[in-house]
């Protein structure tokens, strides 16, 4: 599969919360790995609980991932105000197995870093090697490795500023 720099982000619209919602069913079941979480009786992995205030917040933002038109994951934005600092944080971050290791995942978060210009923390839970993996060679590639990196918490953040960054 090759991606194409016209791969869209798309800001996902009241409708579309459904299919996020359907979506993350599939991203806790990857993240089921790394976290302690469990399906219920039912087969089914709980509710998101910030889902609706993607639709509800002035500083949360969320995307849907094509590719071809097909939708393809997700991502959740959120501006964060602590005291005086300011900055943009990638709450939830999900790609389809099917479209994995095929560039999507890269032009999709180049994408969020261009429609919202300032400071960044991208974090990942301590144990999801995989993501800080990602993480790094996306955020290094995009910044030319110009981005700092802290574990705290049991989370590994990289944090960078994109204002200047011309891509």
């Not at 790995?33 to 969320?62: C, H, K, M, T």
């Not at 097909?70 to 934005?77: E, I, R, S």
């Not at 993501?131 to 953040?157: C, L, P």
Request: proline share 1%; with cysteine; aromatic share 16%.
């Amino acid at each position: 599969m090759q991606i194409k720099q016209n791969t869209v982000i798309k800001v996902a619209e009241l409708r579309d919360k459904e299919t996020i919602h359907n979506l993350m069913q599939f991203y806790f079941y990857d993240f089921s790995e790394f976290i302690d979480i469990y399906v219920d009786d039912n087969g089914v992995f709980g509710q998101y609980a910030y889902l609706d205030n993607y639709w509800q917040e002035s500083r949360r933002f969320p995307y849907l991932i094509e590719w071809e038109g097909k939708v393809a994951g997700f991502v959740l934005v959120s501006e964060v105000q602590e005291e005086n600092n300011q900055h943009w944080s990638i709450s939830e971050f999900f790609i389809m197995k099917k479209f994995r290791l095929s560039g999507l995942g890269k032009l999709a978060a180049y994408q969020v870093f261009e429609k919202h210009k300032g400071d960044w923390q991208v974090s990942q839970i301590e144990a999801n090697k995989p993501a800080q993996t990602f993480w790094r060679k996306v955020i290094g590639e995009y910044t030319s490795e110009q981005y700092k990196e802290r574990n705290e918490e049991r989370r590994v953040i990289q944090s960078f500023c994109n204002k200047i960054i011309k891509k």
